[in-house]
Each structure stands twice: as C-alpha cells, then as structure tokens.
C-alpha cells in the first residue's frame, strides 16, 4: 500500500499508519547500534556562577556565548586528562578499545529538514586545545546552517534517500572501524534541554561518555554555611559500563563540575 494508511469509525476513534519519515533514519539507524552500549547514569548539580558572570561580560561586549559552549571547553580539558574515558569499543566478538589522543564533541542541535522536526548533529574536533570563541563560532554555524544544503550534512541527507536496508548497512559500515569513530562520532557527546524547563537530562549519545544538560535556574545552595540564591544547572553524565567503571565516571563528572564552578578561561584575550 502506497501512502498513509487510514481507518477511521467509533472502535479505533481513527488513526493513520505511514513508512517512517526519510528525514528521521538516521536517528533510527543510530539508535539500532546504540543498543550494543552498557549504559550508566549519574547526575549533579553545578554552581554556575561564575559561568553566568562571564556569559553576561560576554553579551555586554557584544560577544554572547552559549552554555554549551562553556560545557565542550570544560568537559574537553578535563577528558583529556582522563585518557581512559576519551575512548571507544568496537571489534565485534574481540572486543578492542581505542584511545585517543585529542578531544572531540559531538552536539546535537534542534533542526528543520524538508519541513520535518528532527534531531542533527556536527562533530566539533581538537576541543581540548580550542579557545572558548572558536568553539562559540563553529557551534553558530552549525546552529543557524540550512541542513538542506550545508556540507557536513551531505552523508545524512544521502542516507536518507537510499533504500531502508541500504542505507542501515552504510550507517553500520561507515562506524565500524574505531580509527574513524572519533571523526564520525566524537570522543563524547553533549545534548541540552536547558532552552526549555527541562531541569534534568539523561541520554546516551553513542560515546563512552554522554552529558546532558539542563536549565540554569537560581536555587538555594550552601556557601560556607550560608544558604544564598545561586544559578545551578543539573548536569548529567552516561557512561559506557564495558569501556570505564563509575569511579572513573564520578572522577571525570567531578571535574567537569569543578570547572565550571572555577570557570577561567586560559587563552590569551579572554578574561574570566
């Protein structure tokens, strides 16, 4: 049967069955071989602060800076210094881990492809050694690129026009070697929720390490006995149980949110 399929009267209260969108399998083909990951949640919430105060530096200079953006400098450095995490398995039924020398992010971004709402994402390589303005800029033109034409989408929107069985086979192929993963698929992955009030979020993004990010809302918090109203944002990472164990997790999720509430950027031009 061609098209939708429809059915309508009092016992179904109608409904109508249609070939999933092309738009959307990508999402489909890459959540099929995310089943293979172990996954393993934790949660914290960050003092945001300083972040804030330098967001608002930023804005006034004429210089706005995303969330996200400060999460992929934070979170690059400190995976850098974690080796362990910045790593992926493949192999199959010999199971090999790759570790890499650099840091790449991959985020994902809320698009519109052929007037269909979905999810796309870009792979933001060498983050643990770029400046926090580079990694605003290559996030911007991601963010406000046409993924009907944009470069880097070209192998997403190919998948969609082949054949179902074809182009799951050609998502399966293209990941399957672990010295292409990190250019394919990041070392970790970042998604947010936070421009909605959403406060919690927990996702697994194909990538030993995955973090979700929240709103930055103000909530009482402790400092040195006194309870204040501070700007927190609940921070969520999922790991990959076969690649690292939770202390190395909790080591690497500690970090990040150290960072963050000690945000100083280190490259030359850019106060904290």
């Known amino acids: 049967m061609s098209g939708p399929e429809r059915s309508g009267g009092a016992a179904n209260n109608g409904h109508s069955v249609a070939p999933l969108a092309p738009q959307r399998r990508h999402t489909l083909f890459f959540l099929e071989q995310a089943r293979a990951i172990a996954p393993v949640f934790l949660d914290t919430e960050v003092d945001m602060a300083r972040v804030v105060a330098h967001r608002a530096a930023g804005r006034a200079a004429g210089r706005p800076v995303s969330p996200v953006t400060y999460l992929l400098y934070c979170a690059a450095r400190v995976l850098a210094a974690h080796p ?7 192999g199959g039924r010999r199971p090999k881990v790759a570790r890499y020398e650099r840091v790449a992010g991959k985020v994902t971004f809320d698009k519109t492809l052929d007037g269909r709402r979905v999810v796309l994402t870009t792979v933001l390589p060498g983050l643990d050694t770029a400046p926090l303005e580079d ?3 290559r996030l911007e033109h991601f963010r406000d690129g046409d993924p009907a034409t944009m470069p880097e989408l070209a192998k997403v929107r190919a998948l969609h026009r082949m054949p179902i069985w074809l182009g799951r086979l050609a998502a399966r192929m293209a990941n399957r070697t672990l010295r292409r993963r990190a250019e394919l698929m990041g070392t970790f992955a970042v998604t947010s929720l936070g421009h909605r009030p959403v406060d919690s979020f927990h996702s697994v993004g194909g990538t030993t390490v995955t973090l979700g990010m929240g709103r930055i809302l103000d909530r009482p918090v402790a400092r040195d006995g006194v309870v204040l109203i501070a700007p927190t944002m609940r921070l969520s990472l999922a790991f990959d149980h076969r690649v690292i164990d939770g202390a190395e997790a909790a080591d690497v999720l500690a970090g990040i949110k150290e960072s963050l509430e ?7 031009g850019v106060a904290a």
């Open 84 to 90: 362990e995490a910045n790593a992926a398995i493949g």
């Open 262 to 268: 000690a945000f100083a950027p280190v490259e030359a």
């Open 135 to 137: 990694i605003q800029r």
